[in-house]
């Protein structure tokens, strides 16, 4: 058994006005186009579905039925309507934005969970990349937004913003060899059995940049590839990690201790490119996203402050 979609729509108008007349009227039908149409579905039902009367007309139990389930399926075919309906619409290059293995660790999902509830028309392309060639692509028009370092940023004359400390600490079990301590070199570090990243990570490549060919001996127990499993390594023992301060959990138990070494104090930035979009809407409303993430954070520390603070976890 088929219904006309329109036919179970004229239906609804006349049950819902109680009359043929209106319902057509609101059909943009003429009375005895209507009137044949509702004796149609009656054929076609095998049964009355009005009570004519003469003050209007209400539906027979059979009828009541129908409104029922026409109004459940009219309701359905719109949202089905819709849904398809948003295909034929040309889709908008999605936001391109790059940062740093501490930056995809903690900052930027932090800031794509609010952007991409709010604006669910927007898609972000987000991807790792170390700060030189996030630059690079920055200045090539090929990324619209980047959380670069300002250790290695400044070369390509972008704009850029202070957006947050990016510090290194050096972190442990809690009540650990680290308990007690207020502060360490990364050469009293190392004299212990460290847990770190991947040799090919953008972390480990940058502090192996900063020790230079003097750099102490230094036994690593493990590498990993993510910085939420070393820091978890490290928290149950099996070893000291050296982290970005942020990429750690305030509501982890760790022992954490600040670096003594003047490269082990970094900001991140928040980088811009020079496409046409890096001045749209889109791309202003998720660089707030950003500052608002970083803020969150540290919301008792300014943007480009050397001040640490301190956490609610055991810090040294």
């Known amino acids: 058994m088929r219904y006309d979609l329109n036919d179970l729509r004229l239906f609804l108008h006349i049950v819902t006005e109680g009359s043929i007349t209106a319902g057509a009227q609101r059909m943009h ?24 009367g003469r003050r209007g007309v209400r539906p027979t139990p059979a009828g009541a039925t129908l409104a029922r389930h026409a109004r459940d399926v ?14 034929t619409r040309p889709p908008s290059a999605p ?28 898609d972000v392309t987000a991807s790792e990349s170390r700060t030189p060639q996030t630059e690079r692509k920055l200045a090539d028009g090929e990324a619209d937004l980047g ?10 004359g972008l704009r850029t913003e202070p957006l947050g400390d990016d510090s290194l600490v050096v972190i442990g079990q809690a009540g650990g060899i680290l308990a007690g301590r207020t502060a360490l070199t990364y050469r009293e570090a190392a004299e212990h059995p460290l ?13 192996e940049k900063h020790l230079g060919p003097h750099a102490p001996a230094v036994r690593h127990r493990t590498t990993v590839t993510n910085l939420g499993v070393l820091i978890a390594l490290a928290a149950a023992g099996a070893g000291l990690a050296v982290v970005p301060r942020r990429a750690i959990d305030p509501r982890q138990r760790l022992e954490v201790c600040e670096l003594q070494e003047r490269w082990a104090r970094r900001h991140h930035l928040l980088a811009w490119g020079v496409t046409d979009r890096a001045a749209s809407t889109a791309t202003a409303t998720l660089a ?29």
């Open 195 to 207: 847990v770190g990243l991947d040799a090919d990570s953008s972390l480990r490549r940058w502090i």
């Open 288 to 316: 707030e996203h950003l500052r608002q993430a970083a803020q969150s954070e540290f919301p008792d520390r300014s943007a480009h402050g050397d001040d640490l603070g301190r956490l609610p976890f055991h810090d040294c």
């Open 29 to 52: 039908l003429s009375l005895p186009s209507a009137s044949a149409r509702v004796r149609a579905l009656e054929h076609h039902a095998g049964v009355a579905l009005l009570i004519r």
């Open 74 to 87: 009219l309701d359905r075919t719109a949202r089905l309507e819709s849904a398809v309906a948003s295909y």
């Open 147 to 156: 959380v670069v370092l300002d250790d290695g940023a400044g070369g390509r």
């Open 95 to 122: 936001l391109i934005l790059l940062g740093g293995g501490s930056a995809m660790h903690r900052l930027v999902p932090q800031a794509l969970i609010s952007f991409l509830r709010a604006h669910p028309d927007t």
